[in-house]
């Protein structure tokens, strides 16, 4: 079966949709189809290993990812973020979020929300920056998640520490494509790097999340 046909076959499905739908409460910045896709994805995608989020914040995207991974009962989400926010969420910034501006942090928030979905088990938070923790990282990821630090050479960073720890066959997936705050950053870098990579195949996009497939070089 080709990638093309494997995604051809996910449908809305009335059980998933309700799983998706439990989440409406936890702060971020996914949409609910956004939150389909990636809790789609990391429950049926059929490459091996865990799954690695960079950029976790309070939790939102995190749960689609554990509930994915404790619907199918494959491995857990590595929750990666240093949780002292991105400059968009400081004070003035266009997403200026409470937790840093009075606290410094989200991960009070974070360990809150994921224990809230009864989600604990499914998620291992790794405290640092994408590049820091991904030196210490030795285990092997079925499907990774940059949503990070959304400049261009954030992203590019992120992907070149992190793409090693991906499946032949795994999945890399980028949050705010054609977001008009990041055309010069993570749109930018998907242009001109990732859909001229000769690894990556584009598999699907649902909103601003695109998807990838990392094939053998
Ligand atoms: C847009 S938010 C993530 C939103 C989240 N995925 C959601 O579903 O709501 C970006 C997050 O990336 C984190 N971040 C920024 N730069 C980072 C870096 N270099 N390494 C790890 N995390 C980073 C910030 O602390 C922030 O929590």
Request: with cysteine; charged share 20%.
């Amino acid at each position: 079966m080709t990638p093309q046909e494997f995604l051809s076959q996910i449908s809305l499905n009335t059980a998933r949709f309700e799983r998706v739908a439990a989440f409406a409460g936890v702060p971020g910045f996914l949409s609910w189809q956004e939150g389909y896709a990636l809790l789609t994805l990391a429950e049926e995608w059929p490459a091996e290993g865990d799954v690695v989020e960079i950029g976790s914040f309070k939790g939102r995207s995190t749960c689609f990812l554990a509930q994915g991974c404790a619907t199918s009962g494959r491995g857990v989400v590595y929750a990666v973020d240093h949780f002292e926010g991105s400059p968009e969420h400081q004070k003035g910034g266009h997403e200026e979020t409470a937790e840093i501006v009075n606290e410094g942090t989200t991960y009070g928030a974070f360990t809150q929300n994921i224990a809230a979905a009864g989600l604990q088990a499914h998620v291992r938070p790794l405290v640092g920056s994408g590049v820091d923790v991904a030196r210490d990282f030795t285990g092997q990821a079925r499907m990774l998640f940059i949503d990070g630090d959304h400049s261009f050479d954030g992203t590019q960073a992120d992907f070149d520490a992190w793409f090693p720890f991906v499946a032949d066959t795994g999945l890399i997936c980028f949050h705010d494509y054609q977001n008009s705050h990041y055309l010069d950053g993570v749109t930018r870098f998907i242009e001109t790097v990732i859909m001229q990579h000769p690894q990556m195949i584009f598999l699907h996009r649902a909103d601003s999340l695109m998807t990838f497939m990392k094939k053998a070089a």
